[in-house]
């Protein structure tokens, strides 16, 4: 064959090849913008895919640190010029190209933002400031009957659907800092809780154990100094201050010293069964979740029953859970009592039984609370399942 016939080939398939290749490729573009669907499709995921970028900066309200990591997303969320975050005192963060009037030197432009958030948060609206430079658009943040703040946006010109935009920006703004307030009322109720079981156990428990120690200091010195470590060591933990979580393992612990105490105050009266499952030892509960309903069980259970009787603590694996219960042969309570206690209308009885539910369900769900069975002069029996798993369950470091 001629050498110039072959060239000739051998480029007709070096086109044909290249052609193909780039079908194959102009396929798969076109294929991949179908995937993502219609034009609106993909706004509705940019737009989604913003937000989700932009929320986790107000997780710990409206701060300047947060509203500032979170300014450019929401800039390129609204499309304007520039954009401002406030709180109702003061521009928080700003970000974009303004007019030259408004940004005159540095420290002016902040003063000159809050200016046009002022009216806002007086009058609890969205508002639009035009001149002939700028348009101004200016939206509360409100969360329930509260204006904590602004978003500013600033624009050439705004037409209705940045006006709408900074608005809808703004509400969205208002329901992550409504979050991130519940969550801290959450957890100072959790510590409120924490502080109430520990002033249950303060004035009651420990006259009794220092007067059940004196009593043996001459009789008998030797479990004297061994109570008061015991003691020492109940109390450390007891009354720490940091973590909302415990290993099942440290609870039981501190339950074994708080019984010994009490045995010092009553003798042969209180007795303790125990059936404890080894592979429960390591799990995460919450803190001060088990000793309440032991002291519980003593205090309104078997102190009350001149024979005394016996505190039974259980704790199995089942499958995703650990069953844990504490059971006596006490007087029991009264179903209607208890139905208060657990209803939180009632006061000072049985207070630990009410918080330690609170708790569980606060943290696990409402399918997470005790389950308490009882009847007056048949004893009680509590019982709770806790899941082996949470992501917010970590023991504080010792």
């Known amino acids: 064959m001629p050498e110039s016939a072959f060239q000739t080939i051998l480029l007709l398939s070096v086109v044909t090849i290249a052609v193909a290749l780039v079908s194959l490729v102009g396929y798969h573009v076109v294929k991949s913008q179908r995937d993502l669907g219609t034009d609106a499709d993909r706004a509705t995921f940019e737009t989604l895919h913003l937000v989700s970028l932009a929320a986790p900066h107000f997780r710990s309200g409206l701060t300047s640190e947060g509203a500032g990591r979170a300014i450019k997303h929401l800039k390129i969320l609204?499309?304007?010029?520039?954009?401002?975050?406030?709180d109702a005192a003061q521009?928080?963060?700003?970000?974009?190209?303004?007019?030259?009037?408004?940004?005159?030197?540095?420290?002016?432009?902040?003063?000159?933002?809050?200016?046009?958030?002022?009216?806002?948060?007086?009058?609890?609206?969205?508002?639009?400031?035009?001149?002939?430079?700028?348009?101004?658009?200016?939206?509360?943040?409100?969360?329930?009957?509260?204006?904590?703040?602004?978003?500013?946006?600033?624009?050439?010109?705004?037409?209705?659907?940045?006006?709408?935009?900074?608005?809808?920006?703004?509400?969205?703004?208002?329901?992550?800092?409504?979050?991130?307030?519940?969550?801290?009322?959450?957890?100072?109720?959790?510590?409120?809780?924490?502080?109430?079981?520990?002033?249950?156990?303060?004035?009651?428990?420990?006259?009794?154990?220092?007067?059940?120690?004196?009593?043996?200091?001459?009789?008998?010195?030797d479990r004297a100094r061994d109570l008061v470590v015991e003691f020492a060591d109940f109390t450390?933990?007891?009354?720490?201050?940091?973590?909302?979580?415990?290993?099942?393992?440290?609870?039981?612990?501190?339950?074994?010293?708080?019984?010994?105490?009490?045995?010092?105050?009553?003798?042969?009266?209180?007795?303790?069964?125990?059936?404890?499952?080894?592979?429960?030892?390591?799990?995460?509960?919450?803190?001060?979740?088990?000793?309440?309903?032991?002291?519980?069980a003593v205090r309104h259970g078997l102190e009350k029953k001149p024979e005394g009787g016996v505190v039974t603590i259980t704790a199995h694996d089942v499958g995703e859970f650990a069953e844990i219960s504490i059971e006596d042969d006490g007087v029991g309570i009264d179903p209607a009592v208890l139905r208060a206690t657990l209803a939180g209308t009632t006061e000072g009885v049985h207070v630990g039984l009410r918080n330690v539910d609170v708790r569980l369900r606060q943290i696990y769900g409402p399918k997470h609370g005790l389950v308490v069975e009882t009847a007056p002069g048949h004893g009680t029996l509590i019982n709770m399942r806790i899941p082996k798993f949470h992501p917010e369950a970590t023991p504080a470091l010792p």
């Not at 105490?261 to 069964?273: H, T």
């Open 91 to 221: 521009v928080l963060t700003f970000e974009g190209n303004f007019p030259s009037d408004l940004r005159a030197d540095t420290n002016s432009l902040p003063n000159a933002l809050f200016g046009i958030a002022r009216n806002t948060l007086e009058g609890g609206r969205t508002r639009v400031a035009r001149n002939d430079h700028y348009d101004a658009v200016c939206a509360p943040i409100q969360v329930q009957d509260r204006l904590v703040g602004t978003i500013v946006a600033i624009a050439h010109r705004a037409d209705p659907g940045l006006v709408r935009a900074v608005t809808e920006t703004a509400a969205w703004v208002a329901s992550q800092v409504a979050v991130a307030e519940l969550n801290e009322s959450r957890a100072k109720l959790t510590e409120a809780e924490l502080k109430a079981l520990r002033a249950q156990i303060s004035p009651h428990f420990i006259y009794n154990s220092l007067n059940a120690i004196a009593s043996f200091i001459t009789t008998d010195p």
């Open 78 to 86: 609204l499309g304007a010029d520039g954009v401002a975050v406030t």
């Open 236 to 296: 450390r933990y007891s009354f720490r201050r940091h973590g909302d979580f415990t290993t099942f393992k440290e609870e039981l612990e501190s339950i074994h010293r708080y019984l010994l105490l009490e045995q010092a105050r009553f003798g042969d009266r209180i007795k303790v069964k125990l059936s404890i499952a080894p592979e429960v030892l390591p799990i995460v509960i919450p803190f001060l979740s088990i000793q309440p309903l032991v002291e519980n």
